[in-house]
């Protein structure tokens, strides 16, 4: 069987994808990706063999190309980095096709972080977008805010079962019903980062109530205090 591998391609703006990730594409023979992945990488593509999928036909058309795949290369294109908030295709990938090599991309977790002056090191990161459940994922919010902590978290669209959302309003009522103070709570709400569509909210919490985003958004919960190394001069003294 010839190389298979899952790739992150960033963002959504091209410039994000990596050299290494754009010499695999170029040099694969088969892509199979998610229509706004592809997007990103669209000018890379030329010549390949290209399935377009969604989260209903990706099992059938993973499966259909095992069998004739052969010695050709196959490539997996993930939004972000493969290694964030994609495990369970990742994993059945794997089932699949067994060895699958895995190519890191810049994930919008580090651009929202970068844009809202968070630093990772000193955040929670956590993501709402699996199909489990997210009721432990819940709690980890509560915790990682009581906590003081700033969280970057990804949300969970669900257009299909809208009683399954948990996108930004929704969240922002969950927290009010949690007795958390969401009128003094700092928030930032992108979408579509590092696209010509990026749009960015900041304000508090409970401004966020009974707006809709879409399944492209991200939220940040500052609570970062500056903690730059003049405050710990008495480390450099002799």
């Given at each position: 069987?010839?190389?298979?591998?899952?790739?992150?391609?960033?963002?959504?703006?091209?410039?994000?994808?990596?050299?290494?990730?754009?010499?695999?594409?170029?040099?694969?023979?088969?892509?199979?990706?998610?229509?706004?992945?592809?997007?990103?990488?669209?000018?890379?593509?030329?010549?390949?063999?290209?399935?377009?999928?969604?989260?209903?036909?990706?099992?059938?058309?993973f499966q259909k190309i095992l069998p004739v795949l052969g010695e050709r290369s196959l490539v997996i294109p993930f939004?972000?980095?493969?290694?964030?908030?994609?495990?369970?295709?990742?994993?059945?990938?794997?089932?699949?096709?067994?060895?699958?090599?895995?190519?890191?991309?810049?994930?919008?977790?580090?651009?929202?972080?970068?844009?809202?002056?968070?630093?990772?090191?000193?955040?929670?990161?956590?993501?709402?977008?699996?199909?489990?459940?997210?009721?432990?994922?819940k709690l980890d919010l509560q915790k990682a805010l009581i906590d003081g902590f700033s969280v970057i978290l990804v949300?969970?669209?669900?257009?299909?079962?809208?009683?399954?959302?948990?996108?930004?309003?929704?969240?922002?009522?969950?927290?009010?019903?949690?007795?958390?103070?969401?009128?003094?709570?700092?928030?930032?709400?992108?979408?579509?980062?590092?696209?010509?569509?990026?749009?960015?909210?900041?304000?508090?919490?409970?401004?966020?109530?009974?707006?809709?985003?879409?399944?492209?958004?991200?939220?940040?919960?500052?609570?970062?205090?500056?903690?730059?190394?003049?405050?710990?001069?008495?480390?450099?003294?002799?």
């Amino acid at each position: 069987m010839g190389k298979i591998y899952a790739v992150g391609v960033g963002p959504g703006s091209p410039k994000y994808v990596t050299e290494i990730v754009k010499e695999i594409i170029q040099s694969c023979d088969i892509v199979i990706g998610y229509k706004y992945t592809l997007k990103t990488i669209e000018d890379l593509l030329e010549g390949k063999e290209i399935h377009e999928i969604t989260m209903s036909n990706q099992e059938e058309s993973f499966q259909k190309i095992l069998p004739v795949l052969g010695e050709r290369s196959l490539v997996i294109p993930f939004t972000g980095d493969v290694n964030f908030s994609e495990s369970e295709v990742v994993d059945r990938l794997i089932e699949i096709f067994g060895d699958v090599e895995i190519i890191p991309g810049i994930s919008s977790i580090q651009v929202a972080a970068s844009k809202a002056q968070v630093p990772l090191d000193k955040s929670k990161v956590i993501t709402m977008h699996v199909t489990t459940s997210i009721e432990e994922k819940k709690l980890d919010l509560q915790k990682a805010l009581i906590d003081g902590f700033s969280v970057i978290l990804v949300p969970r669209p669900w257009p299909s079962q809208p009683e399954k959302n948990f996108m930004p309003s929704e969240i922002a009522i969950y927290l009010k019903e949690n007795n958390f103070p969401t009128e003094d709570m700092k928030v930032h709400v992108f979408e579509a980062l590092t696209t010509e569509n990026e749009t960015s909210l900041v304000g508090v919490v409970k401004d966020l109530e009974g707006k809709e985003f879409s399944d492209l958004s991200l939220m940040v919960f500052n609570q970062t205090r500056l903690d730059s190394y003049m405050n710990y001069r008495w480390q450099w003294k002799n």
